[in-house]
Nanobody, 123 residues
Framework: QVRLVESGGGLVQAGDSLRLSCAAS????????MGWFRQAPGMQRQLVAA???????DYADSVRGRFTISRVNAQNTVYLQMNSLKPEDTAVYYC?????????????????WGQGTQVTVSS
C-alpha cells in the first residue's frame, strides 16, 4: 500500500498558476503508475495527468499545454504545475497510485488515493 499526501491547493484568480505536490510513502517500489485526478461537484472523478514507470504520460485534453506533471524520484514526490488556470479547473485534486500493469489511466485502475486538495479559480 502507498500513502499519498497532497498539498498546494488554494484560491487563485483566472490566469494564475499553482503547483500541487504529492508526497508518497510506503510500498513505492511496487508502483507502476501515478497521476493526478480531479472531481468537481456533481461530476465524476476524471484524469488530469498521469505517467507510468516506463515513461508513458498522458493529459486530459482540457489541460494539455497548461498543466505539467513531473516527479522527483529521490523525494518520492509528484508535482502538478498548473498554469493559465481557468474557473472550470475548480475541483478537488487527488493524487493516485497503482501497482497494476494496464493500459490507460482510468481512475478505476488506481488503488491508492490521497485525501485531496481543493483548487478554486475565480473569474
Amino acid at each position: 500500500q502507498v500513502r499519498l499526501v497532497e498539498s498546494g491547493g488554494g484560491l487563485v484568480q483566472a490566469g494564475d498558476s499553482l503547483r500541487l505536490s504529492c508526497a508518497a510513502s510506503g510500498s513505492i517500489l511496487s508502483v507502476n503508475a501515478m497521476g493526478w485526478f480531479r472531481q468537481a461537484p456533481g461530476m465524476q472523478r476524471q484524469l488530469v495527468a498521469a505517467f507510468t514507470r516506463g515513461g508513458t504520460t498522458d493529459y486530459a485534453d482540457s489541460v494539455r499545454g497548461r498543466f505539467t506533471i513531473s516527479r522527483v524520484n529521490a523525494q518520492n514526490t509528484v508535482y502538478l504545475q498548473m498554469n493559465s488556470l481557468k474557473p472550470e479547473d475548480t475541483a478537488v485534486y487527488y493524487c493516485a497510485a497503482r501497482q497494476r500493469y494496464v493500459l490507460g489511466f482510468s481512475p478505476y485502475q488506481f488503488d491508492d488515493w490521497g485525501q485531496g486538495t481543493q483548487v478554486t479559480v475565480s473569474s
